[in-house]
């Protein structure tokens, strides 16, 4: 069974929602989402891959993008190195923790994110939204401390709504890039979330 998809000039996190949609929908088969610019592209790999799908670009030309997603009996899953880390996200919104003095707050959030690459278990996830993006960016002391909990496995999420915003985007040093569907989902499925 062949299902097409045409998520051109949706909004993020649009494509994502209308191409999960058809694949619970789907036991065995193919999905194509036509899409027109590289996040939505990512976006629907990074879902075919967390549904346990393969996905491979089939054209990609600078307005239209064709992402082909197989789901079935004979797909091959990557097994992946287990990592110990407590399903649970940390929510940061801001480059800054706290209200009140911002120099201060700025010293707090980069202590923060220092004592967690020191504390284990690590959590699951860790999702940058609004000015928390900087943190992944242009805070070099933050992005230090960030990769070492990547390379550990901790998966480090940056909306990309948030990084357009910010003209962050072509700036992005660690993790990588999200939307709003996979940050609710994210949430949900986590036993825990800390919002910084």
Do not use: W
Not at 36 to 65: F, G, P, Q, W, Y
Not at 152 to 166: H, K, P
Request: charged share 25%; hydrophobic share 35%; glycine share 6%.
């Amino acid at each position: 069974m062949l299902i097409e998809i045409d998520a051109r000039g949706l909004a993020c996190p649009k494509p994502v929602i209308n191409t999960k949609k058809e694949l619970d929908k789907l036991e065995n088969g193919v999905i194509r989402v036509t899409v027109d610019n590289t996040m939505a592209k990512e976006n629907i790999i990074k879902l075919s891959k967390s549904s346990n799908c393969e996905s491979s670009v089939l054209r990609e030309e600078e307005d239209l993008i064709v992402v082909e997603i197989i789901k079935g009996e004979n797909v091959k899953i990557e097994e992946g190195t287990k990592v110990d880390l407590d399903n649970k996200c940390i929510f940061i919104s801001s480059d800054k923790m706290g209200q009140g003095n911002d120099e201060l707050g700025e010293v707090l959030i980069k202590g923060y994110i220092y004592t967690l690459t020191e504390t284990k278990p690590y959590p699951k996830h860790i999702v940058f939204v609004n000015s928390g993006v900087k943190l992944t960016t242009v805070n070099e002391a933050t992005v230090e401390n960030l990769k070492i909990l990547e390379n550990n496995g901790v998966e480090i999420l940056s909306c990309g709504t948030c990084l357009d915003y910010y003209n962050l985007k072509e700036l992005l040093q660690v993790g990588t890039v999200t939307n709003m569907y996979n940050i609710v989902e994210m949430m949900n499925n986590s036993l825990q979330t800390i919002s910084i």
